[in-house]
């Protein structure tokens, strides 16, 4: 046996390892995720997958050169830079609203603490209060369940078991206000 034909054997072998196909539990274990997780990547078309006849149903079959690459990309993210970053204040007259200006951390977290208070109160006020649901003719099933304090499963029942009245009004259910009175007061 000459000195280099271990070395050749050793090139072919790992030629060999290279091109070997995976099953999904092979990959999940390559990977060190689950298969669920394995699944994902492949809905998000990270991975591709090739179905091979196996005894009793196709099996996925995963090729080892995407699943290398896959698993550089896992251990080692890409780095992302911020969405919003820091410009600059422009002197004194510059508009505090067009950019955003505080430098250290500590302010930055109180700036984006207020943002989310504000945030918060907006959603709360778009939510309509009970008083303002009460006054429409017209209810849609979640405000009707608001207001009744029956649940949406128990107002389905009773709209598919005809004993509340309501139409679909485009991809939504409306009752009239004066069927689910009629309705609560059957109850």
């Known amino acids: ?66 699943l290398r690459t896959l698993k550089s990309e896992i251990e080692n993210p890409p780095v992302h830079r911020p969405a919003v970053e820091s410009l600059p204040a422009t002197g004194s007259g510059s508009d505090s609203s067009q950019a955003l200006t505080t430098t250290k951390p500590e302010h930055a977290l109180a700036e984006f603490v207020g943002f989310l208070r504000g945030a918060f109160e907006t959603s709360q006020r778009a939510a309509p209060s009970i008083s303002d649901i009460a006054a429409k003719t017209l209810l849609k099933l979640d405000e009707a369940a608001r207001l009744t304090g029956l649940s949406r499963g128990i107002l389905r029942e009773a709209i598919d078991a005809g004993k509340l009245k309501a139409k679909i009004v485009g991809r939504a259910w409306r009752i009239k206000r004066d069927d689910l009175d009629a309705y609560v007061r059957k109850l």
């Open 1 to 66: 046996m000459k000195a280099d034909e271990p070395r050749k054997l050793v090139i072919r072998l790992s030629s060999w390892y290279k091109a070997r196909p995976m099953n999904k539990q092979q990959a999940a274990e390559f990977l060190g995720v689950t298969t669920r997780a394995v699944e994902r990547y492949t809905s998000q078309g990270k991975l591709s997958v090739r179905y091979e006849k196996g005894k009793t149903r196709p099996v996925a079959v995963f090729s080892e050169d995407e």
